[in-house]
DNA sequence: TGAAAAATACCTAAAAACCAGTAGAAAAAA
DNA sequence: TTTTTTCTACTGGTTTTTAGGTATTTTTCA
């Protein structure tokens, strides 16, 4: 079986380097060159074959992001692998989105980086262990979550998103106005929101309203 | 050119199947899933790359408005066409405001699918023949329609939203509170509202917020 | 340039909301 | 059945909003 020839995309020489010497001793893979910017890899991509590209997301002439998605369009046999620091939920999925096979952080074991490639030349993605838990653990914002209401809250909050006072939610719901504070204050905590007018935006933003 | 991977949401196995033989012979396209919930298509666009979301609004689980907005939110270079029996322009804008590139009926031939299918992912967005009829007649709601709010105005709503009081926002804003005020009655008469938190209410469902 | 719209600022007074507690009864969960 | 949560209601006090106005200065645009 023919080498894999890869090349090597990033902005600090320290992590070409590094690259270069973790994977100098695979047999089955040959670094053909690295470059630090996007220009670079396109020009040197349109006069030779690439079988893997090992990629940053942060480069300094175009976002890897788009980067990603030029090279895949124009030689999508090329399998892309991102090496990042960016720890962001929203951008790992991105990458994925724009035709990278895998996504590995810069402290990825040698073991993680030789596992990703052979599974990312086969066709399947593959994510470092780190990566895979970002993806996994839900966004901060479902993570916050919406607080968990009463029955009685939720009534109280729908009132009041149509404007009632406290007075009007008492007698509608046949309670002391006293009650329907209580329930208002409760609700201004859970959601930890200054007041009335912050609270309904927040509903609305975790589709409660 | 790759293939656009395709996944269909509905949770009627015949739609499902009569997507796939309609769409069977389109060599551009590939249907890699179909899901008949939401929660199997998320599920799924976090493991695999997904071009164009064929969704019907109406599943088990979750509301397809909800769910469209929120894998927008999490990919949004994937493509979502609605697939959908409703005919009310509500439920249609409403889509389109939470992302979707198109609305098609059910009834629609397969030359406006296909038609709404290369439109959506060139970044236009496309509807069917009878869908523009129901858009192009505006119903009583529209004509109330949103208030005309001048650029100060938005400024203090965005910031009551926030939980602001007057004072905080004339500080921000370097005006006196009863500027802020003034402008805070305002716009409670032109949303023709009671208080602020109704009016929070309402400019969320104008997407003014 | 002149009219209209927007932004600014003020007054008064009542109504409502917000803060910080406490506490008994009812319902749900252990 | 005991414990915990939820629902109920209260005291007392402060801050903010709301409602009725009026009025000058800027901006905008026709």
Redesign the pocket.
């Known amino acids: 079986m023919n080498k894999l020839l890869t090349v090597i995309v990033d902005d600090h020489p320290i992590v070409i380097e590094g690259l270069k010497t973790l994977l100098k001793n695979e047999d089955n893979l040959e670094i053909v060159g690295s470059f630090s910017n996007a220009a670079q890899l396109l020009s040197y991509l349109s006069r030779n074959p690439v079988n893997l590209i090992l990629l940053d997301v942060t480069l300094p002439d175009i976002g890897g992001m788009e980067l990603c998605k030029m090279v895949k369009e124009k030689f999508p046999d090329t399998t892309i692998l991102i090496i990042s620091n960016h720890t962001e939920r929203s951008i790992i999925m991105q990458t994925i989105q724009n035709g990278a096979s895998g996504y590995l952080l810069k402290n990825s074991s040698l073991e993680e980086l030789r596992q990703c490639i052979t599974g990312a030349i086969k066709g399947t993605i593959c994510y470092s262990k780190e990566v895979v838990e970002i993806i996994s653990r839900p966004t901060k914002n479902q993570l916050r979550g919406a607080p968990?209401l009463?029955?009685?809250?939720k009534q109280v909050l729908s009132l009041l998103a149509q404007g009632k006072?406290?007075?009007n939610i008492a007698q509608e719901?046949f309670?002391?106005p006293?009650?329907v504070?209580?329930?208002?204050?409760n609700l201004?905590q859970k959601f930890e929101v200054?007041?009335?007018?912050e609270m309904i935006a927040a509903a609305h933003r975790e589709q409660l309203l």
């Open positions: 968990q009463t029955r009685r809250e006072t406290s007075q719901l309670l002391s006293l009650t504070d209580t329930h208002r204050r201004i200054k007041n009335v007018a």
